[in-house]
């Protein structure tokens, strides 16, 4: 048995669901979910039901997560099609501003030109407005879902206006290696890839059916191939943890999205196992680079502690997320978290979450 010791990670893209989702999650279960994965820092979407947009659904949003959340949260506001610049005096509260360019879940997509100008022109704006003035000296990066076509829309756009962009869950060899360019040309974009674009692919679907649905879809094995070939691009593993109930994607309309916070680390540990990831490769892009892309603030006396040899199957039983199942149910994975200690206090003993309700911290909420 080797227990190691690693700090607090970070899953900049979570799904947590309230308001107005909480049969799939709340702050509570998917803080908790969190915990029990190594987690003790979440950013949290904004395709919630209200979408997080203005200042009223944002400040409902931080008072539900500081109220239930059992690790810190950060939240995202969200680029509407009718509230338009509604969020900019909140901005230096958010992580970052989403704009879903691509098909996902929910009502937030944004497909008109005019409407991605004005906001990277008011998100660059605003940023230049507050540089010096707040704890993240400036705003967060504009985090896009852009798949395809509309990814080189958003790599100009962001250079147009010299707005740092951050691209969520890559998928394709033809996106990671337009990004790769990007970052070449010293574009100011980082990226994001999800553990099951990483241990998954298109092969799996007939195995998982709409358990393997999510948005962007899984790809094919060359596509999965290139991740690894270009993970010196991957700035971020994020897990785009997105819970839906077993009778949801059961159900005739199946929901796209997986749950994944709990599983992240497992599965990148047995990378670990199996010699195509270091440790040192997940604390870059589960720690290190989630807080310098999103201006994070450490976390004193924060620690997982794993047993890194540890041994086990992944199991639908065994989530604590409200959806109840994971899409890597029967994987033997390595690495099982023994005690998350966050500020100094032990929050997770391996079995049972410690941590109060409310002991969690909204970020960025004092600016
Ligand atoms: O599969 C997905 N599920 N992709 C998204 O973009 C949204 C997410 C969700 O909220 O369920
Ligand atoms: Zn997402």
Request: hydrophobic fraction near 40%; proline fraction near 8%.
């Amino acid at each position: 048995m080797a227990t190691v010791q690693l700090p607090g990670l970070i899953d900049a893209h979570v799904h947590l669901r309230e308001p107005g989702y909480t049969h799939k999650e709340d702050f509570y279960t998917g803080t908790a979910a969190a915990l029990a994965g190594g987690v003790t820092a979440v950013l949290d979407m904004p395709n919630t039901v209200p979408p997080t947009d203005t200042p009223a659904r944002f400040a409902q949003k931080a008072a539900l997560a500081a109220a239930k959340a059992v690790c810190d949260v950060g939240l995202f506001v969200g680029a509407t099609t009718d509230q338009l610049d509604a969020y900019l005096p909140i901005a230096p509260r958010a992580c970052g501003l989403k704009i879903y360019v691509s098909e996902t879940f929910g009502s937030l997509r944004i497909e008109d030109l005019g409407l991605l100008h004005r906001f990277f022109r008011t998100w660059g704006e605003k940023a230049t407005e507050m540089a010096g003035d707040t704890p993240h000296s400036a705003l967060g990066p504009v985090a896009v879902h852009a798949e395809e076509l509309m990814l080189p829309v958003c790599l100009n756009l962001s250079h147009l206006y010299d707005v740092p962009l951050h691209i969520v869950h890559v998928t394709r060899r033809s996106e990671i290696e337009l990004i790769r360019r990007a970052k070449d040309r010293g574009y100011p974009v980082t990226c994001e890839v999800t553990p099951h674009h990483l241990f998954l692919s298109s092969d799996d679907l007939p195995r998982l059916a709409a358990r393997g649905d999510m948005r962007p879809r899984l790809a094919t094995p060359d596509d999965v191939a290139a991740m690894w070939e270009n993970l010196a691009v991957v700035d971020i593993f994020a897990t785009d943890h997105a819970p839906h109930t077993l009778a949801e994607k059961a159900g005739p309309t199946p929901p796209p999205g997986v749950p994944g916070v709990e599983t992240m680390l497992p599965l990148l540990l047995t990378a670990v196992h199996d010699g195509r990831l270091t440790l040192d490769d997940i604390l870059l892009r589960c720690e290190e680079n989630p807080r310098r892309v999103y201006g994070l603030p450490s976390q004193p006396d924060t620690f997982v502690q794993v047993d890194v040899d540890a041994r086990y199957e992944l199991s639908d039983a065994g989530q604590r997320t409200k959806a109840g199942w994971t899409p890597f149910a029967g994987w033997s994975v390595f690495g099982k978290v023994e005690k998350v200690t966050l500020r100094g206090r032990v929050v997770y003993d391996g079995d049972r979450i410690l941590a109060d309700p409310g002991s969690g911290r909204v970020l960025f909420q004092s600016v």
